[in-house]
């Protein structure tokens, strides 16, 4: 099969064909390699090229002494149909090889919605979706990012989940896969390695580790297409400590692990060299937490001819004073995250701020010039009473008479996620949503509101707390082109409620609240943090106690005590884990 | 420091055809900016070269005269070039830079460009100055500068090639 030659025919009938042509400068054609694996994003090149977990694992496999890693991305619905009607299977952009032609397909699953994605790529690429109908001569197929913290929905696609960090398991899953042997032995070994969940054969799996801060890629692929983010990355810190008890992240990317502010300026240059890039992002879960941040800001001043930007949205000054530091004169836009309106809420979801502290915080926003600002709010929360909602109003008003020309507030419908706190909690239904929503349209003449769809809440939720019975869920919406669902152009919720229908879907169920004694799908996926220690936290939620961030002293969620990690922060010690026992720590028996 | 004025001469091919104008000036920045040479920016708040190039191209067309300007604070000579080549993706290659005068304008200079049409069959248009090479037939027409460009497929043909940049030299 010559892609290549095919391809000429229809790259010139496509929007943007960039994405397709591969051959980005810094990626890597390695041949002559024992074992060949493709990652694949299952969203569009745009999306997955700014996502930086992928090119950790690429840059990890490609300096191996015996395995080669190539990628692919799921085309536009134009191109799809251009590669059907020549017979142009789903191909990889370094060699231009069908994927079935390799070893390991490795997907990565970044949020729930890319699910349907996922079967398109693997029917692109004449791969049966179901993994028992995947014999030897298949690749093997395997999954790895945050959302395999509940491989149950996707569990009859995948052969083996990897949950955490990958830098190393990669390796050992590919050392096993080239020993050789038939599918199912193959799987047997991969299921002893530490992440690795094989559906059918582990009954548990646990997270994998990396106790300090990897080795980071310099030699970023640059694309050619304006990707979402289009620049270099170096990854500042993992794992977040703050605790927020909606947020999944911070609880599955524990401890926090720091790197000091001399290797990020090394890396900076570097990336800058090697790549080109004018912009450096400064990637991580909070970045205004990095204990070294104001020496990391006053070294890389030293980088002449690239700015820096930083993803932060906490809602504090200091957050306020790096955007001030990264943005030089050219204030546009500051984005903010205070989640909640009220004071009470704020502290139900643990966010660890005053509203005094917020408004101090916008106060100085507003003084260093920033005129435009966007919020970001979620409806739905645990205990979320009409009064709380009518606060987010009342906070958009007292924003826009501080004297922001533009205020905008995005309004999103709570989900909650596996392994959290609030994983016990119930989500809102889209009529009750929509109810919230209207007690404060009466604030549209101070901010932009923007209202997600809450159906598409629903649809993620059912995805994210689902069990292996909402695979059906999947495949169907796939088969009825239900593919990009993420993308507005492409959402269609009416047909997502009707397979919901179709195939029975017990909506409440998902949807309400449970219990500590409740079974999950999730529950065989061991992150580190104790199920017991996420009700406990769902208690105190319930009540609005606060819980401190582990850094300042360790709380006893369990996962340094159970896999021998602890914070670790680039300027100073942090306290040591508590010694509690296991017992002690995971509360109620559990 | 001393500024220089450099006009650069650039082809672009193979699967790089199918940038975009805007994709194509940010992949030749890039690939700029990682010889380290030092290269003027523009003012603002984004980073950025100052880059003027000739006429942009529509997506999909081979260009072998390609142009643009850019002013640096240091020699570039031919084994700096060399060096700069090696920096470029597969596809993109710098062919000469040569040192022009601080009134230097590419529009001026240019006065249009000559394009190559390839056809698979002997196209129906009898218009076009023809030869027939093997088993393809191609057609030179002459574009004046910033006036339309004839677009892939337009003809019929299977391939468009810019070839060649005439210039007056009113510089
Ligand atoms: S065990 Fe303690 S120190 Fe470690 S992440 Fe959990 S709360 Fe923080």
Redesign the pocket.
Known sequence: MNVLKKLVNVLDKVQKPSRYIGGEYNSVRKKDSKINLCLVFPDLYDVGMSHFGMSILYDVVNSSSFASCERAYLPWLDMQEEMKKEGIPLYSLESYRPLDKFDVIGFTLQYEMSYPNVLRALKLANIPIHRNERDDTYPIVIAGGPCTVNPAPMEEFIDAFFVGDGEEGIIEMLKIINEGGNKRHKLEKLSTIQGVYVPGISEKASKRFVSRMPNAPTAQIVPYTNTIHDRGVVEILRGC?HGCRFCQAGMIY??VRERSYQEIVDLSRKIVKFTGYEEISLLSLSSADHSQIKELMSHLKEIKNVSFSIPSTRVDALSVELANAVSGVRKSGITLAPEAGSQRLMDVINKGITEEQIFEALKHAKNSGWSRIKLYFMLGLPTESDEDVMAIGEMLQKVKKMGFKNVSATLGVFVPKPHTPFQFASQIEPEEAYRRYKLISWAHKYAKINFTDPRKALIEGVLSRGDSSIGKVIEKAEKKNLVFPDWNETFNPDEWMKIFEEENVNLKRISASKDVKDVFPWDKIDVG?LKGYLWLEYQKALKGTLTQD?RNG????????RFGV??VLAGRKAPD??KVSVEKVSGEGI | MNQIKYLFHYKKYGMLRYLSHLETMKMIDRALRRTGIELKQTEGFHQRTKISFAQALPTGIIDLAGLFVVTTFEEIDVSRLKEANKLCPRGCEFVKAEKVDEKFKLSRFVDGYEFKLIFLKEPEDASFDIEKKGEIWIARIFRSFNSSIPKNGEYGQFLTIRSQAITGGAN
């Open positions: 400590t524990r401890p943090v582990c360790c709380t006893g969620c369990g996962v340094c005590q602890k914070n884990p508590l």
